[in-house]
């Protein structure tokens, strides 16, 4: 059967124009096979790994049925970590920015009311963790009226983190009439619980690794006394010479341990773990993600949803306490169509964890001694600092000709989006479709202006005035 295309699965073409310049060529597995559902509206319970594309497989639908005139959010996702709401709110924002889909995340150590001032604005999806989107939810701030799709995503996770009766709370206060989307790597029987008493008629599907993951991913431990491990490390590190590397540990104390090891012994690195303020975490990530970053130590906040293309090599300091935690950071490397590489330094007091992650994932995982790494150079200090090649994100070709353009003129002077719009449009050369987001804050309005037209948008206005006064416009550049 040959396969479908986005247009085979009824995606418009704004939602398809910005999913070729994401890359996407045609539909992975887990998006034919859940588009389709989505788009009729259907309850839906998706098993699936990290990494198989389900993201676009939500975000896709809900782009495409949203009703971007509509002010309340009408699409929910709940995620169990800050970064992978964050990570979604960027894909949503990718894949609906020729749309004009405006995306809001609502996440802990974020302040409230810079969120409650994005919430003010039209937002059309809202991801969040449970535990922000009660708050905003009791404050008044988001209103659930409107919301026709509920995502459920990690679903596994949410329960392990102790989420599920957030959730539940949360649940209960949506509209009847909805569409309930559950993603989840696993389907244990609370889950299952979840499924029964909140989706109807709903559909099952499940997705396998289209290649498995011992074939995609090369495995192997190596046992070694705890007090070695950084000395083993450093053997291991000089023989692999990683492309791009996460290194995971168990604790915040051991991942900042490890981290200060790393940066005396010159390595290019950066920590990412639960201690760390979210401004500290995002930049880390975003570095990381650039391959300004060689190595990223981190504790399992960055198992699930931290989506970094081209990680050749995850290696964990400490075998995970929870057996699907292996599958999670090993998750990380061999994504998609790309082989990686795994390695765990195994001390002989986790040999039992490994033993029950063995049992879990049906094979044997490779031993190695630490006499196989050598080095193949004597010039350590010339691996250690192996160049990075510049890393590009999957937005940066939607965003190359993309202009923001800032209007000094808010809503404490009753600027409207129509208004902003009308006068734009009256400009020789432009149409409607060439402008994005209009975001209207108190005192200033941010306009994205499309396809590379942005210099002829600002000298336009210039010379042009908004409900009668002649403002002051600023193009602050690509974004």
């Keep these: 059967m040959d396969k479908k295309s986005f247009k085979d699965l009824s995606v418009g073409p704004d939602i398809r124009r910005a999913l070729r310049m994401l890359g996407y060529e045609s539909p992975m597995e887990v998006q034919e096979k859940v588009i389709p559902f989505i788009m009729e509206d259907k309850d839906l319970i998706v098993k699936s790994q990290t990494g198989s594309g389900k993201t676009a497989a939500f975000g896709i639908p809900i782009c495409e049925k949203v009703e971007i005139e509509e002010n309340k959010p009408q699409a929910l996702i709940l995620t169990p970590t800050r970064e992978l709401a964050l990570q979604i709110k960027e894909d949503i924002g990718h894949i609906g920015k020729f749309k004009k889909v405006r995306a809001a995340a609502l996440y802990g150590r974020h302040p409230v009311h810079l969120q409650e001032r994005e919430l003010k604005q039209r937002v059309h999806v809202v991801v969040g963790t449970p535990g922000r989107t009660k708050d905003h939810i009791d404050r008044g701030n988001l209103v659930l009226d409107g919301i026709k799709y509920l995502v459920i995503d990690e679903a596994d996770e949410m329960l392990s983190m102790g989420f599920i009766d957030q959730v539940e709370s949360i649940i209960n206060m949506l509209p009847q009439k909805r569409c309930t989307l559950l993603f989840s790597a696993t389907i244990p029987d609370r889950i299952e619980e979840i499924c029964s008493k909140y989706l109807r008629d709903s559909a099952r599907i499940e997705i396998k690794a289209v290649v498995p993951t011992e074939d995609k991913i090369n495995q192997y431990h190596i046992l ?3 007090a070695d491990k950084e000395e083993i490390l450093n053997k291991v590190l000089a023989a692999e010479l990683p492309g791009s590397c996460i290194l995971f540990c168990n604790t915040r104390d051991r991942a900042d341990k490890l981290t200060k090891y790393m940066l005396r012994k010159r390595y ?5 773990h639960g201690g760390m303020t979210q401004r500290e975490r995002t930049q880390t ?3 990381f993600k ?5 190595y990223l130590v981190a504790t399992d906040v ?5 989506d970094v293309e081209d990680v050749t090599h995850v290696i964990n300091f400490e075998m995970p306490y929870e057996r ?4 999670h950071r090993i998750g990380r490397t061999g994504r998609i169509n790309k082989k990686g590489t795994a390695i765990t330094l195994l001390s002989p007091k986790e040999s039992h964890r490994l033993e029950y992650v063995e049992e879990y994932l049906g094979y044997r995982i490779p031993k190695k001694e630490a006499k196989d790494f050598l080095y193949k150079s004597k010039d350590e200090a010339a691996r250690k600092n192996v160049r990075l090649k510049p890393k590009t994100s999957k937005g940066e070709e939607i965003h ?7 209007i000094n ?11 902003i719009l009308g006068a734009i449009s009256n400009i020789e050369g432009i149409e409607a479709e060439d402008i994005g987001i209009i975001d209207i804050q108190d005192t200033c309005t941010y306009v994205e202006v499309f396809e590379g037209k942005g210099r002829q948008v600002y000298n336009g206005l210039k010379n042009k005035t908004i409900k009668g006064k002649i403002l002051t416009i600023k193009e602050i550049g690509k974004r």
Excluded: F, M, Q
């Design 224 to 226: 070694v006394e705890d």
């Design 268 to 272: 290019s690195c950066g920590s990412l």
């Design 285 to 287: 990530i975003n570095k």
């Design 290 to 294: 650039k391959g300004e970053l060689h």
């Design 302 to 306: 960055a198992a699930r949803g931290i």
């Design 324 to 327: 699907e935690n292996y599958i």
């Design 400 to 406: 190359r000709d993309i202009t923001r353009i800032r």
């Design 409 to 419: 003129a808010g809503k404490k002077k009753k600027i409207r989006p129509a208004d």
